[in-house]
């Protein structure tokens, strides 16, 4: 929705990791920089550890 403000939380199943290795922490962030980019989301925050993630992000264009 153009102008809302999203808080996302993702845990691994079981609390188990998300994250593998160095390459899925990589990859992770590379496409969170792609999806920034191309959709003009602004990232208030981000946080991730290996079976979890924060992200805070406002839309302000209408996505749909």
């Known amino acids: 929705y153009q102008g ?3 808080h996302i939380i993702n845990r691994g199943i079981e ?3 998300i994250f593998h290795d160095v390459e899925d922490h990589k990859y992770f962030i590379e496409t ?3 999806l920034i980019a191309d959709y003009h ?3 208030y ?3 991730k550890g290996s079976g979890l993630t924060y992200l805070t992000y406002l839309t ?3 996505l749909l």
Do not use: E, N, T, V
């Open 60 to 62: 302000p264009l209408p």
């Open 41 to 43: 989301i602004i990232c």
């Open 15 to 17: 609390r188990r990791a």
């Open 45 to 47: 925050g981000c946080r």
């Open 4 to 6: 809302c403000l999203h």
């Open 32 to 34: 969170l920089g792609s």
